[in-house]
T-cell receptor, first 119, second 113 residues
Framework: GAVVSQHPSRVICKSGTSVKIECRSL??????MFWYRQFPKQSLMLMAT?????????EQGVEKDKFLINHASLTLSTLTVTSAHPEDSSFYIC???????????????FGPGTRLTVL | GENVEQHPSTLSVQEGDSAVIKCTYS??????FPWYKQELGKRPQLIID?????GEKKDQRIAVTLNKTAKHFSLHITETQPEDSAVYFC????????????FGQGTTLQVKP
């Protein structure tokens, strides 16, 4: 099956620093990846849609200058949280859209998530 | 934009009983409705999905029904087991072919042995 990995799985950083999270599709090409944020006991909130070779599309209320997304290849998208603050502490999850062979199916495969703690 | 409402927020059942979780959506053009199970600190796992041209789908103890007219879909788990305890999320993909998922608020299911 399709596998998506994320790195790192857990990161603790000081307030004001930047953190980069990688999302990789290991056995398929993903022209579209998605970044979600999940606070404790809450649902997954879509932050942005990452498109290979073009600019990301951000959801309303998400600061594009704070959450930098780069989708440089068909298997890698990165999310950089710039000048992180304690309120950015959350569980960040990426997903990759499977379109090969069943393009109308829209199935997504999720990464294992990254737990970010900003001190 | 699409809005997905999920109920109940918590559900407690005895082992062996059935559990039903309901979701409604707002975008009548939405065409794909997956259900995910998420254990604490883990990624969401797809457990079943349904497309808009199908009214019902079943996979062993899990079934999903879709009522396009009423814009709601439901997850049914029969013969619940303690290992079914988790948070369940419904989702929908709205029109526009962006593929982005809009999630419901989640339901914490507790199956008591």
């Amino acid at each position: 099956g399709a596998v998506v990995s994320q790195h790192p799985s857990r990161v603790i950083c000081k307030s004001g620093t930047s953190v980069k999270i990688e999302c990789r599709s290991l056995d398929f090409q993903a022209t579209t990846m998605f970044w979600y944020r999940q606070f404790p006991k809450q649902s997954l909130m879509l932050m942005a849609t990452s498109n290979e070779g073009s600019k990301a599309t951000y959801e309303q209320g998400v600061e594009k200058d704070k959450f930098l997304i780069n989708h440089a290849s068909l298997t890698l998208s990165t999310l950089t949280v710039t000048s992180a603050h304690p309120e950015d502490s959350s569980f960040y999850i990426c997903s990759a859209r499977w379109t090969g062979g069943r393009s109308s199916y829209n199935e997504q495969f999720f990464g294992p998530g990254t737990r970010l703690t900003v001190l | 934009g699409e809005n997905v409402e999920q109920h109940p927020s918590t559900l407690s059942v005895q082992e062996g009983d059935s559990a039903v979780i309901k979701c409604t959506y707002s975008d009548s053009a939405s065409n794909y409705f997956p259900w995910y199970k998420q254990e604490l600190g883990k990624r969401p796992q797809l457990i079943i999905d349904i497309r808009s041209n199908v009214g019902e789908k079943k996979d062993q103890r899990i079934a999903v029904t879709l009522n396009k007219t009423a814009k709601h879909f439901s997850l049914h788990i029969t013969e619940t087991q303690p290992e079914d305890s988790a948070v369940y999320f419904c989702a929908a993909i709205p029109s526009g072919n962006t593929g982005k998922l809009i999630f419901g608020q989640g339901t914490t299911l507790q199956v008591k042995p």
